[in-house]
C-alpha cells in the first residue's frame, strides 16, 4: 500500500461511507506538466468549470497520476477513462420499494443484493433515500472453460468491489478488503485459489513479460523499498489495474500502472492466472 495504516481493522471498518463510491464525472489522469488551464483547453471546457468538478483538488498541487473529474460535454481527449469505468453501479430507495422489488428491477439474486449491501442491518426495513449498491456481477460465476470469460468475468467481480474500504487483512468483499484479500476473492469465484498474501501470490502463476500483459493478468509490486513483493493488483489494459490501495483513495480503486511514477518505480513483475 502506498501509506502506511495506524489505526487498524476496526477503525477502517467504521468509516463505511454513507453512500458507495461512484463517479459522477469521467476521469482524467493528470501528466507531468499539466495544468488546470492546459487540461481544461484540451478537453473544451472552462476552466471554472474544471474546478467545480474537483472542489477537493488543489490547482495549485497537480501531480503526476492524480485522477481529476472532466466536466460533462467534454472533447475527447487522451488519458480519459469513462466514469462508467471506474463507478460501482447504485441505486436510491424509492418510496414502497423492498429488497425484493429492487433485486427484481436489476435482475439481481435476492441474497446477494442483501449481501452487496452490509450497512442494512434489517433488510425488511428500508426507506426512501438510502443508497444501495447494485451487483453487476453474478454471484456465483456458473463454470465455465473459456478463459476470456472467465478473465471478464473476474473483472467484473472485481468493478462490483469498488470503493469497499481498505482493510489491512481484509477479506470480506463489500466491508473491508486489502490488495491480496481483493484478488483471492474474484480468482477463488471462478475456482482458483490464492493464498492471501501478495507475496505468496508471486510464487505461483506463469511469468508474463510487461510487453506481453493482458487483462485478468496480476501484476505486483515491492513497496517502500522492501525486498520482497507488497502489493498486487488486477491488469485492465491501457496501463491501469484494479486493486485495494490507500492512495490516492481509500479503497478498491482504478489505477494507472507504469504511467503511475510511484507504481512504475517499484513494479516487480506479472502472473498469469488463466491461459
Not at 24 to 37: E, K, L, M
Not at 49 to 67: C, D, I, Q
Not at 169 to 188: E, I, K, N, R
Request: aromatic fraction near 10%.
Amino acid at each position: 500500500m502506498k501509506k502506511k495504516l495506524f489505526l487498524g481493522a476496526l477503525l477502517a471498518l467504521s468509516l463505511w461511507p454513507a453512500t458507495s463510491y461512484a463517479a459522477t464525472y469521467d476521469q482524467y489522469t493528470v501528466a507531468d506538466g499539466d495544468v488546470f488551464s492546459s487540461i481544461a483547453q484540451r478537453a473544451g471546457v472552462s476552466v471554472s468549470a474544471l474546478t467545480s468538478a474537483n472542489p477537493l483538488v488543489n490547482p495549485k498541487n497537480l501531480y503526476h497520476g492524480l485522477r481529476i473529474s472532466l466536466p460533462a460535454g467534454h472533447k475527447p481527449m487522451n488519458g480519459v477513462t469513462p466514469a462508467s469505468a471506474v463507478s460501482r453501479k447504485t441505486y436510491t430507495v424509492q418510496p414502497n420499494d423492498t429488497f425484493w422489488k429492487i433485486s427484481q428491477k436489476f435482475s439481481v439474486n435476492y441474497s446477494y443484493l442483501v449481501t452487496a449491501n452490509p450497512k442494512v442491518k434489517d433488510p425488511t426495513s428500508i426507506y426512501p433515500g438510502l443508497v444501495l449498491n447494485i451487483p453487476t456481477a453474478p454471484a456465483s460465476p456458473s463454470k465455465v472453460s473459456d478463459s476470456k470469460t472467465k478473465i471478464e468475468g473476474i473483472i467484473a467481480l472485481a468493478k462490483d468491489q469498488l470503493g469497499t474500504p481498505y482493510v489491512w487483512g481484509g477479506s470480506s468483499p463489500w466491508v473491508g478488503l486489502d490488495c491480496s484479500g481483493l484478488t483471492q476473492y474474484v480468482f477463488g469465484k471462478y475456482g482458483i485459489s490464492l493464498p492471501h498474501k501478495a507475496s505468496m501470490q508471486f510464487q505461483s502463476g506463469t511469468p508474463v513479460a510487461k510487453n506481453d500483459l493482458r487483462r485478468g493478468d496480476l501484476v505486483f509490486f515491492k513497496e517502500h523499498g522492501s525486498a520482497t513483493i507488497t502489493h498486487v493488483g488486477i491488469y485492465l489494459g491501457n496501463d491501469q489495474m484494479i486493486d485495494a490501495d490507500t492512495d490516492p483513495q481509500n479503497g478498491v480503486q482504478i489505477t494507472n500502472v507504469f504511467g503511475d511514477a510511484y507504481y512504475s518505480a517499484c513494479y516487480a513483475g506479472a502472473k498469469r492466472y488463466i491461459k
